[in-house]
């Protein structure tokens, strides 16, 4: 979208996020997919292939540690976690196998969600053998923290696991008043903050929590990150082969053991790369910013016809949600936008969250550099 960044009602965020990328070729509304990466960040990224070609690929990641380990500091920052509990691994869902297989877990342990729960989340708690509890929740689809304290009280889980920004619709979990309930009833909370980093805040108590690089960051694909708060890392089973281990440092972090050798080590500097920029942006003037994306958004498209959005206008975050109402093909639509129009969005099916979608949706996520003229366009395509 920066072929629109001079627009005079475009904050300065805007304009410094899109002068710092190439132009896209079209609009870009799919940040909650995958996020336009920095020319700073791909070329960091490029230029440690081109080291691993120079110098070899294990010298190459060496030199490259300071830029990691201040990376890892600054994500453990961004997280609310101390940096030595942070392990870079390749994806969220890599993040989340990682996390079933160490930690102590029993087949037909209880985990807690609510219906707005990621879904493949959900298939892979089925394939650990543990047994879904539904949490309550408010008409808005956020957790009711009365009832959780019950449920706390009266039979508390193995875990409660929340996806704190749904990718499906504008909804944002209330992570940091639940951390706090489980905390104090000695429960687990995982966080799955794929739709969240970068986009919210995350440094919210939670005892685990996990993201992408891709999306609202705008790192490299292929990257993600785990972080767990020291008072579990002793209680970690970490099958790491022997190898690794002889070679791991007997002063390392045990969570760290999680972190692949066998890395995209690139991808990781990019990352790093796209956290010190987000941070040098201001991740609050971020935030405000992609809150102000997502109310513009919604005030542009309340009425298009044949489309209905279910959620407030001022709901938060950047995500919005197109329901059909005139029987549109949503996945034909999204191909048509891109195809005749050159917008990108994405069709959100309803195997994202089984417990409560009931039909595909459009999903609009547009970043910071995001104006009114181009939601118009969207408008207009739609229509």
């Known amino acids: 979208m920066t072929q629109l960044s001079e627009d005079p009602d475009l904050p300065d965020v805007g304009r410094a996020w899109a002068r710092g990328r190439l132009p896209f070729r079209g609009l870009h509304l799919d940040s ?16 440690h292939v081109a080291l691993e070609a120079q110098e070899g690929g294990y010298v190459a990641e060496a030199q490259a540690a300071p830029v990691l380990e201040a990376g ?10 101390a940096a030595k509990g942070l392990a870079f ?36 708690f089925a394939d650990q053998g543990l047994r879904v509890t539904e949490l309550a929740i408010q008409g808005d689809g956020r957790i009711d923290l009365e009832g959780l304290d019950r449920v706390l009280a009266d039979d508390p889980p193995a875990f409660v696991h929340l996806t704190q920004v749904a990718s499906h619709r504008p909804l944002v979990q209330p992570v940091s008043q639940a951390a706090a309930l489980c905390q104090a009833a000695g429960v687990p909370l995982w966080v799955d903050a794929a739709q969240a980093l970068g ?59 999680l972190e692949s050798r066998e890395a995209n080590i690139a991808g990781r500097v990019g990352l790093c790369v796209a956290v010190r920029q987000h941070l040098d942006a201001g991740p609050a003037r971020i935030r405000q910013r992609l809150g102000e994306v997502g109310r513009l958004t919604r005030e542009i498209l309340a009425d298009v016809p044949g489309w209905r959005i279910d959620d407030p206008v001022d709901a938060p975050g950047a995500i919005t949600a197109l329901r059909p109402t005139s029987g549109q093909d949503v ?13 990108l969005t994405t069709c959100a099916i309803p195997a994202r969250a089984p417990r409560e979608m009931t039909g595909p949706l459009l999903r609009i996520s547009p970043h910071v550099d995001c104006t009114r003229e181009a939601l118009l366009r969207l408008r207009a395509a739609l229509a």
Do not use: N
């Not at 909650?32 to 230029?47: N, T």
């Not at 890892?72 to 976690?81: E, F, I, N, W």
């Not at 890599?94 to 037909?108: D, E, F, I, Y």
């Open 331 to 343: 996945a034909a639509t999204r191909r048509r936008l891109l195809g005749e129009h050159q917008i």
């Open 199 to 257: 986009h919210v805040d995350t440094a919210t108590g939670a005892d685990v929590i996990y993201a992408t690089s891709r999306k609202w960051l705008a790192g490299p694909r292929g990257v993600g990150m785990l972080a767990i708060t020291e008072p579990w890392w002793d209680r970690l089973r970490i099958r790491a082969p022997a190898v690794r281990r002889s070679t791991f440092p007997s002063d390392q972090p045990v969570v760290q053991l």
């Open 89 to 124: 691994v390749e994806s969220a869902s890599v993040a989340l196998a990682a996390l079933l297989q160490a930690w102590p877990l029993r087949a037909g342990d209880a985990v807690a969600v609510v219906p707005s729960e990621w879904g493949p989340s959900l298939a892979a």
């Open 72 to 81: 890892r500091s600054a994500l453990a920052g961004l997280l609310g976690v």
């Open 32 to 47: 909650a997919a995958a996020g336009c990466c920095s020319i700073e960040a791909m070329h960091a990224a490029a230029g």
